[in-house]
């Protein structure tokens, strides 16, 4: 039995969960709506102020779907409650991250600066040498944060790069000189 599918959600006061059918699951709260259809054999119970979901049988599909669909659910109900932030770090001389209006530009030692536009329902801030990205839905969050990344990924040389805050750096030791 999967032990994360079969812990209850609770369901904090303001968040409201309306099952649809296709098992389309719609999650309003105060900082937004989220939509996600699950899996058609996963089934989602709201009762009070808890949500339970069950698998029909221990097919190794359903026993793979059941923690997933209720890792899920949880983190639509956290979205729309307190929402998703990623942190990132800008290392270099000469690198710079700028923030107007929706348009983060990003100075990386390259010819030109990079632009990025924020997507919809995603906003970035720049804090000095930080990026943060912040929004209501995990997934998108972590992609974004991800494109910002995969512009200028950190090096193991001297640690040049975006990295996240939390990342930790391979180092390598670079070419020592012939004598």
Partial sequence: MSRIGKMP???????????????????????????RV?????????DGAEATVSRPNDLKRSKALHGLSRTLLNNMIIGVTEGFT????????GYRAAKSGKVLTLNLGFSHPVEMTDPEGLESKVDGNKIIVSGIDKERVGQYAAEIRD???????????????DEVIRRKVGKTGKK
Avoid: D, H
Avoid at 17 to 35: D, Y
Avoid at 86 to 93: A, I, P, S, T, Y
């Fill in 9 to 35: 959600i609770a369901i904090p006061a303001g968040v409201q969960i309306s099952i649809a059918e296709n098992n389309e699951v719609t999650v309003k709260g105060p900082k937004g709506e989220l939509k």
């Fill in 38 to 46: 699950f899996a058609p054999e996963m089934e989602i119970k709201v």
């Fill in 86 to 93: 990623k942190e990132l770090e800008v290392n270099g001389v």
């Fill in 151 to 165: 512009k200028r990924r950190p090096e193991p040389y001297k640690g040049k790069g975006i990295k996240y805050v």
